[in-house]
């Protein structure tokens, strides 16, 4: 395996504090029944030490976790998804899935039984490449997200870890893959910040995204998708930043920033870089063929850049590199985990799994998959297919002594360094969601991103125009008319200059012959096949993208962006000079 240089210790937890508590840590003796927690989470009664917490976050976590007993300990590596769109509400049906999964009716009877560390908000569109493992949604609206993340703080709260904030998660990483789209800022897909190629838009739109996520309750988003779009994966597609390892680096860094900026924890994903394999990692174990030194130039830049960025997370990929740990899914690897991210990428934040629910993870019962993930380098178990039986696995193991005391003590340290660090940024209001300034931001990176991959660069179309689609597009239809019309540009049903719009899932079979205008509104490559003699792309379908396309149509705006994936036959651009 080739070497990499190490780095600094990035999203770091203080060595000092950590190694302190590793060596008192070991013995391996149980902890006793912890006390009974006052309504914050501390100890209450006479007996609750008066002294004040240290400030610095990996030092409070250290004084944390050296209170805390096996069962807390290994409640905090735990972050399952719930059934109901409420803490302690459910319907019928949402109870009966909790019961399957936890053993409970209820998210905060969960929470309470397991000592949860955390739990993931799930959801799914209708294009969503992750949906296969998405069993439930807990979102409606953000209102109703904002009061199920209150109940479950407040369930959280009465935990002997109360004291750091609970977890809660989220996969918004717009595109495709986007939770919550209702009365929020939508951003443009990654791959449409690949193509404008400007980190400080990107890094400005994720700001607002991160404030809004805060804002609702969420503090953690498993996004950005640092995968470097090698192949063209399905799975993977337009959640990346581009085929360039360089330029979906510096993309990478900036939506970091912008994310962590609005008090949300960012997590890269997937490592080692699941946009190197076109399989579908939800369905089967996707092979990464490439040597050590290919992957380390061609798939890792943007990982390195993220932590370099102060990522507090990266999530490990269901994928087996063959170069570094043949048939070891990268999970489950300690060569991939501690030797690879940690030992030579010098990454010491939170490194979180993969859906633990998804095909690979599943060649193993619940409890075992759990200590085998653990003891490969993971500190948080993400979306375990039964509560019950990952948390009686990873306590008898840790009784048992096959997952190392000091393993789960430093994977703790780590989650809660990480939560009291997110503790320090100020959260914005509600009333900041959809505002102003955010959609501003959102329309900057949307515009940024239109690229003419065929015809004249720029100039308006003759009108009047018809837009049409492949079937399922009404509602993109209808935003596209919208912003078309307030343009100036006339619209009518038919009869007009052909504007034909392609997205998700969509081939050469939706392609329309006589389409002046084609525009791929996801990845390009269906353009390649299209006979259209103006060719443009948007990479996203959202409202912001439709009405920065309205404005090039219209000629009131010159399309600069540049394709992040290479079309066969077309160029990156018409319209920018490489």
């Given at each position: 395996m080739v070497g990499v240089p190490i780095r600094p210790l990035r999203a770091s937890v203080a060595v000092a504090a950590l190694t302190a508590l590793l060596v008192s840590g070991c013995s391996g003796t149980p902890k006793g029944p912890e006390p009974t927690p006052g309504p914050t989470g501390t100890p209450a009664g006479p007996s609750a030490p008066a002294t004040t917490p240290p400030a610095d976050p990996a030092a409070r976590a250290a004084a944390l976790v050296a209170t805390l007993s096996d069962e807390d300990l290994v409640g905090q590596v735990l972050m399952p998804y719930a059934y109901g769109d409420s803490a302690t509400k459910v319907s019928a049906g949402s109870a009966a899935g909790n019961q399957a999964l936890a053993g409970v009716d209820t998210p905060a009877q969960m929470i309470a039984k397991y000592r949860l560390g955390g739990l993931i908000l799930v959801g799914f569109s209708a294009d969503d490449p992750t949906k296969g493992n998405q069993e439930t949604t807990n979102v409606d609206n953000p209102k109703q997200v904002h009061e199920l993340t209150t109940g479950l703080r407040a369930a959280a709260g009465r935990l002997a870890t109360g004291p750091a904030p609970f977890l809660i998660g989220t996969d918004q990483e717009f595109g495709v893959v986007t939770r919550i789209s209702d009365g929020v800022t939508v951003l443009p897909s990654a791959l449409a910040a690949g193509a404008a190629g400007d980190p400080k838009l990107t890094e400005a739109a994720w700001r607002a995204a991160g404030t809004e996520l805060a804002a609702m309750g969420i503090n953690v988003d498993f996004a950005p998708v640092a995968d470097v779009l090698a192949t063209r994966s399905t799975v993977i597609g337009s959640r990346s930043y581009g085929a360039d390892p360089k330029r979906a680096a510096a993309q990478v860094g900036g939506a970091v920033r912008g994310l962590q900026a609005g008090g949300v924890a960012a997590t890269l994903k997937h490592f080692p870089g699941h946009g190197h394999s076109a399989d579908d990692s939800h369905q089967d174990l996707p092979v990464l063929t490439q040597s050590a030194a290919a992957l380390k130039s061609g798939a890792w830049p943007p990982f390195t850049a993220g932590m370099d960025a102060g990522a507090m997370a990266v999530m490990s990929g269901h994928l087996d590199a063959r170069a570094i740990d043949p048939g070891t899914p990268a999970t489950f690897s300690h060569k991939l985990l501690t030797d690879v991210l940690r030992g030579q990428l010098g990454f010491q934040g939170v490194v979180i799994t993969d859906g633990m629910n998804m095909a690979p993870a599943k060649r193993w019962a619940p409890g075992e998959a759990a200590v085998r993930a653990m003891n490969a380098g993971n500190d948080l178990i993400l979306m375990t297919p039964n509560v019950g039986q990952a948390y009686d696995g990873l306590l008898a193991a840790l009784r048992g002594g096959s997952l190392p005391r000091a393993r789960l003590v430093e994977a703790v340290t780590r989650v809660l360094t990480m939560k009291f660090r997110l503790a320090e940024v100020p959260t914005a209001p509600m009333s900041t969601l959809n505002a102003p300034a955010h959609r501003s931001a959102a329309q900057a990176l949307a515009a940024g991103a239109v690229t003419v991959l065929r015809g004249a660069c720029g100039g308006p179309v003759r009108g009047p125009v018809t837009v049409t689609s492949s079937d399922g597009r009404d509602g993109t239809r209808a935003a596209l008319t919208s912003a078309l019309t307030a343009a100036g540009v006339a619209v009518k049903p038919s009869g007009g200059t052909v504007v034909h719009l392609v997205g998700y899932g969509d081939g050469d079979g939706d392609l329309r012959a006589d389409a002046a205008v084609t525009v791929a509104m996801d990845t390009p490559y269906v353009?390649?096949?299209?006979?259209?003699?103006?060719?443009?792309?948007?990479?996203?379908?959202?409202?912001?993208?439709?009405?920065?396309?309205?404005?090039?149509?219209?000629?009131?705006?010159?399309?600069?962006?540049?394709?992040?994936?290479?079309?066969?036959?077309?160029?990156?651009t018409t319209c920018v000079s490489d």
């Open positions: 353009l390649a096949k299209a006979k259209s003699p103006t060719l443009l792309a948007t990479y996203s379908s959202t409202r912001a993208s439709m009405t920065a396309l309205a404005a090039v149509l219209a000629g009131k705006a010159r399309p600069g962006g540049r394709s992040p994936v290479a079309v066969p036959g077309l160029p990156a």
